[in-house]
């Protein structure tokens, strides 16, 4: 680290010079006298010290450190001038859960020059540091040393600020926070009940993953390609919670539009958040059950009530809600496909060996990748891993239009976390469906063909393009593609055969995580009111320290217990008042917020750091 802060004095002083140079800048302003003493000289892109037989990191580097911090002083980085231009230089900051290593230097070296350099053009520079503080890291690193997380973050923090000091990076202390002080996390719940307010911040049981080393719920991206906690690296197991959740869908179309903006972004990027996203329109068919009950009939149209992301009741479920983004293709339909979790996978009417088998596909899926691109809107994937990983359920649905039985199949590429967790298989036209078709020697019918040709009579592979015209598709033979998907779905809607639909492969953000160090989560759970927010007035609510007297003898222990946070275990901090009806037998909700909700708004705190009345006043935002 010591050779690595020599560097980074060296480049903040070499590249001054070439930047310097051409912006005509007068060289006074990018080597002050304090630097540039008799004991240094210049020769070609490096500052060396005259008479140094060698490099002595400790004797140069604290001769040096104060001279760097020094350097560029408020009376050339425009903060005197309210004409001057403003320069934002925002760097990730860091979490608390040890030292600073090389891969900070390096990014913190950089962005440390580039602040340093538009100081010296005259511009009004932020240049801001904190501390990710809260978190499973930090948690985790206090646990196996038998500490508390406030002592090691807290000493960890000043051990990190050390490091940065001794570097010669210059921030904006007077900015600093960390996101486990009160005074900030009464903003992060602040925020989180005006979602709330507004119907954004929700709880739902809900099919979730689960680390069972670390005992809490865990984002889809925080699980690795090998279906591993990218923390513990324990196998992770989905699991039936309710959970709380932050609507981040509802900006979906918004998010779409806004990379259409991002015309400095490297291409590739923009496409990784786009397939992110994963926007696709298409169609939602209602498919009625038909062994279900002997009152189900065939071609029934009747839907039941649904919640979107919301396995249906087992219990009085008739029809399977299946989407494609392939209306026209409807009448090449030899199946439906639904994922291994589906709610229909609960009838009654499952045999128990294929509910043996059904568990032994679950057992597989886990150890393979649970963030897989195989999502039900990906119809045009041509990785055919483990699509004929399938099994008949014994099940039937309809066909909409003909009536005909259509078997039902768990299949390891459909995902539950998208659509409906069920597609319509038109093996003719499409890699997987055609793979599952050939696996279980399913029927193979065309409905696309070349303009101006019939249907093959054996296709050989499936045909995937999507020119030409429908073929044996009864009323809509003939129609040219391109024309046949609206004809197509404004006949089904108009027949109650579903309705158009919108989907995301980007979910809401599930924020609760069953652990001790991090954001208490402010809601009050109540028999009468049910989920109530705390009040404004009430914030913060704080995090009880782990030897207060509501942890009685011996403390808090963090482990916590299955599916439940450590903070449940505090009944006296838990029980509390409704604030809207005053019942005294309320519960606070005992979980904690995934800290990357902490660390989605720093940048705008810093902005009005120690305002107590807002989380950052209205005129300094629009000043910046």
């Known amino acids: 680290m010591s050779y690595c802060a020599r560097n980074m004095a060296l480049f903040v002083g070499a590249d001054a010079v070439k930047l310097v140079t051409a912006s005509k800048i007068k060289p006074s302003l990018a080597f002050p006298r304090a630097m540039l003493s008799q004991s240094t000289c210049l020769r070609g892109n490096h500052i060396q010290e005259q008479n140094s037989a060698a490099y002595v990191p400790k004797a140069i580097e604290a001769k040096w450190g104060s001279a760097v911090t020094a350097c560029t002083s408020t009376s050339t980085d425009g903060r005197n001038s309210k004409h001057a231009r403003k320069f934002y230089a925002l760097s990730m900051f860091p979490y608390p859960s040890g030292l600073l290593h090389m891969g900070h230097v390096r990014v913190y070296?950089?962005?440390?020059?580039?602040?340093?350099?538009?100081?010296?053009l005259g511009?009004?520079?932020?240049?801001?540091?904190?501390?990710?503080?809260?978190?499973?890291?930090?948690?985790?690193?206090?646990?196996?040393?038998?500490?508390?997380?406030?002592?090691?973050?807290?000493?960890?923090?000043?051990?990190?600020?050390?490091?940065?000091?001794?570097?010669?990076?210059?921030?904006?202390?007077?900015?600093?926070?960390?996101?486990?002080?009160p005074e900030y996390y009464r903003w992060t719940q602040w925020l989180f009940t005006q979602l709330h307010a507004k119907g954004l911040?929700?709880?739902?049981?809900?099919?979730?993953?689960?680390?069972?080393?670390?005992?809490t719920v865990l984002a889809n991206e925080q699980v690795g390609s090998d279906g591993r906690s990218w923390r513990s690296g324990a196998l992770v197991e989905k699991r039936m919670l309710k959970q709380w959740f932050l609507g981040i869908t509802s900006y979906a179309d918004r998010l779409v539009a806004g990379l259409d903006t991002l015309d400095e972004w490297p291409k590739h990027v923009v496409d990784m958040q786009r397939q992110w996203i994963g926007r696709s329109e298409g169609f939602e068919f209602n498919l009625a059950l038909l062994n279900r009950t002997a009152n189900a009939k065939m071609g029934s149209n009747e839907t039941q009530p649904r919640s979107p992301g919301n396995p249906d009741d087992s219990s009085n479920i008739t029809h399977v809600a299946a989407y494609t983004t392939r209306a026209e293709t409807i009448f090449g339909a030899s199946f439906v496909a639904?994922?291994?979790?589906?709610?229909v996978l609960q009838s009654s009417d499952i045999s128990e060996d294929i509910l043996h088998k059904l568990s032994a596909l679950r057992e597989r899926l886990a150890l393979r990748e649970p963030n897989s691109s195989h999502s039900t809107n990906d119809e045009d994937g041509d990785d055919l891993e483990h699509v004929d990983d399938a099994i008949f359920t014994g099940l039937h649905v309809a066909h909409p239009y003909t009536g005909e039985a259509l078997p039902v199949y768990a299949a390891a590429y459909v995902l539950s976390g998208y659509g409906t967790g069920a597609v319509i298989g038109v093996p003719a036209h499409d890699a997987r469906d055609w793979a599952l078709a050939k696996a279980q020697g399913l029927p193979i019918k065309q409905v696309i063909a070349p303009s101006?040709?019939?249907?093959?009579?054996?296709?050989?592979?499936?045909?995937t393009d999507k020119d030409g015209q429908l073929v044996n598709s009864e009323q809509f033979t003939g129609i040219d593609v391109k024309d046949a998907v609206a004809t197509?779905?404004?006949?089904?809607?108009?027949?109650?055969?579903?309705?158009?639909?919108?989907?995301?492969?980007?979910?809401?953000w599930?924020?609760?995580?069953?652990?001790?160090?991090?954001?208490?989560?402010?809601?009050?759970?109540?028999?009468?009111?049910?989920?109530?927010?705390?009040?404004?007035?009430?914030?913060?609510?704080?995090?009880?320290?782990?030897?207060?007297?509501?942890?009685?003898?011996?403390?808090?222990?963090?482990?916590?217990?299955?599916?439940?946070?450590?903070?449940?275990?505090?009944?006296?901090?838990?029980?509390t008042q409704c604030p809207q009806c005053g019942a005294p037998d309320a519960r606070r909700c005992t979980d904690t917020m995934d800290t990357f909700?902490?660390?989605?708004?720093?940048?705008?705190?810093?902005?009005?750091?120690?305002?107590a009345n807002a989380i950052c006043d209205k005129q300094v935002r629009m000043h910046y």
């Not at 070296?109 to 010296?120: E, N, P, S, W, Y």
């Not at 019939?454 to 050989?460: G, H, R, T, V, Y």
């Not at 197509?488 to 809401?508: C, F, K, M, T, W």
Request: charged share 25%; glycine share 6%.
């Open 510 to 575: 599930l924020v609760s995580r069953q652990r001790y160090w991090g954001t208490p989560i402010p809601m009050i759970e109540c028999s009468t009111c049910g989920d109530v927010a705390v009040p404004e007035e009430e914030l913060p609510v704080m995090l009880p320290d782990m030897h207060s007297d509501e942890a009685g003898h011996g403390g808090l222990q963090l482990a916590g217990s299955e599916e439940d946070s450590p903070l449940a275990t505090l009944e006296s901090w838990v029980v």
């Open 452 to 463: 101006g040709q019939a249907a093959a009579e054996c296709l050989s592979e499936p045909y």
């Open 488 to 508: 197509i779905e404004i006949a089904s809607r108009n027949l109650n055969l579903g309705q158009p639909r919108v989907n995301y492969r980007i979910h809401d």
């Open 201 to 215: 911040a929700y709880r739902k049981e809900a099919s979730v993953n689960w680390d069972p080393v670390d005992k």
């Open 338 to 343: 639904v994922a291994c979790d589906h709610a």
């Open 109 to 120: 070296t950089i962005c440390d020059t580039v602040a340093r350099f538009r100081a010296l």
């Open 123 to 181: 511009d009004k520079v932020i240049h801001p540091m904190g501390w990710d503080a809260f978190g499973l890291p930090a948690e985790n690193a206090a646990v196996e040393r038998g500490i508390e997380p406030s002592t090691w973050t807290r000493s960890n923090i000043a051990a990190m600020k050390q490091q940065m000091l001794s570097l010669g990076l210059k921030y904006d202390w007077e900015k600093s926070f960390a996101t486990c002080d």
């Open 597 to 611: 909700v902490d660390s989605s708004w720093y940048y705008l705190r810093y902005l009005d750091a120690k305002n």
